[in-house]
């Protein structure tokens, strides 16, 4: 599989995969983390070792307009452990990323107006 990438890149990959197995990390998180890693070399035409906060920017906007916040969380864990990992370089997109607010209640109450709400809770 790794033969379809660029040398380094496919070397580094090759370890990305090893260090998540010796992390024990479970097989689905393996493939999600590796997946994410996967895409932003495609992104970032398989130059991924140096990137910087704005194009890290530009990446993750594009990954919530063209997909969703649960594929940058994934591409963003994964690109971290590489950093981490396989680079053991600092992560250069540290806070860069802030996840919407769960729906609470709260939100449910602003979204639809305090008497459906009532007419949920202890009717």
Known sequence: MTSEFPAQFACNYQ????RLKLHG???KTIALYSHGVRRAGEYFDYRIDDLTRLQLTDYFVHIVDSLSW??????LYGLKFYYAQV??????????????????AGYYYRATGPTDIHDHVGA
């Open 25 to 27: 990390m479970q097989p």
């Open 87 to 104: 680079l053991n370089k600092p992560w250069p997109g540290a806070d860069l990323v802030k996840p919407p607010k769960s729906h609470t």
């Open 15 to 18: 370890c990305l995969l090893n």
């Open 70 to 75: 649960s594929s940058l969380k994934h591409d």
